[in-house]
């Protein structure tokens, strides 16, 4: 007999708003914004936090934050996550309440995340309880990436029309081929990668043979959130961080950065990457 799931609402939210400028000409004109509000988390009525979000899959970001924050064991332990705009909360009601939960957020770690995020407990807490399958189960081809940038490129976004967001995307690889599973965009990288893990926690899905994609740098926290969720390669538009790197090289995590049309670096995992070198591009001549 199989294990009940929660129970989801699915409040949603105008993820843009339109609002009048001025450019630099005196002119005026009408252009859209990303909303931004914020989404207060209960725990069976105890407040956790408060999270700013673009308010576009809140249940998953609530469900995926629970789980990155190592508060909940299994997604089967959560009973219910009713979330409501006209009062700005998320309730989350679990099956049998939050062991220690005192002890859990009692350490709170300011990330680096936008506008700041916090992680309760250690950093590297629970780090060498990641289990990622080996290189030769789970790797990406030159050719993939590319097509995982070009997926990413053609992606319609609120980014395109507003701007001010970071966009997550998860992938599955499957030789030469990256096929996009979801995208979701949110004012701070970490609600859009945590919406990505609560929507695959409550799809038990398997990271293997996934990648995972961002618009943001690679800090220690995205590494260790992307390692959670059992994803063993990491694309990022933008750059890395000394510890991102140092983390991803004790994983054994791919992480690729700078990464936009046919560029991009490789700064671990060498071994779960099959390269193909294009050649390199001639010098411009001169008159």
């Known amino acids: ?25 005196g002119a005026r004109s009408a252009i859209r914004i990303p909303a931004e509000r ?23 970001l609530v ?3 629970l789980r990155n924050q190592r ?16 009062v700005g909360a998320a309730a989350v009601k679990t099956r049998r309440g939050i062991e220690d939960f005192d002890r859990k957020t009692a350490k709170r770690v300011v990330t680096t995340g ?29 050719r993939g990436l590319y097509a995982l940038l070009d997926a990413v ?3 319609e976004s609120t980014y395109k029309s507003a701007g001010s967001v970071h966009g997550c995307a998860i992938f599955t690889l499957a030789g030469d081929d990256a096929r996009l599973e979801l995208f979701v965009e949110d004012v701070g990288r970490h609600n859009a990668i945590d919406t990505l893990a609560g929507w695959m926690w409550l799809r038990g899905m398997d990271g293997a043979d996934k990648a995972f994609y961002t618009t943001g740098r690679l800090t220690s926290e995205m590494v260790i959130k992307s390692a959670q969720m059992g994803v063993p390669i990491v694309v990022s538009r933008s750059g890395i961080t000394q510890m991102g790197h140092e983390l991803a090289t004790r994983l054994g995590l791919a992480l ?11 700064y671990s995992g060498f071994d779960r990457f099959d390269a193909e070198p294009e050649p390199p591009r001639a010098a411009p001549r001169g008159p």
């Open 1 to 25: 007999m199989s294990r009940p799931l929660p129970h989801l609402t699915a409040a949603r939210a105008p993820l843009t708003r339109e609002v009048e400028v001025q450019d630099e000409h």
């Open 38 to 60: 914020p989404l207060t988390v209960f725990v069976d009525r105890r407040e956790l936090v408060t999270l700013m979000t673009l308010g576009a899959e809140p249940e998953l």
């Open 63 to 65: 469900l995926g934050y």
């Open 71 to 86: 508060l909940v064991g299994s997604v089967h332990d959560i009973e219910s996550i009713t979330v409501d705009w006209e």
């Open 114 to 142: 936008c506008g700041q995020g916090t992680v309760f407990g250690g950093l590297m807490d629970e780090l060498d309880s990641v289990d990622l399958p080996p290189p030769a189960r789970a790797r990406i081809s030159q």
């Open 153 to 155: 490129r053609r992606q």
């Open 256 to 266: 690729f950065g700078r990464a936009t049309n046919r560029h991009f670096l490789c």
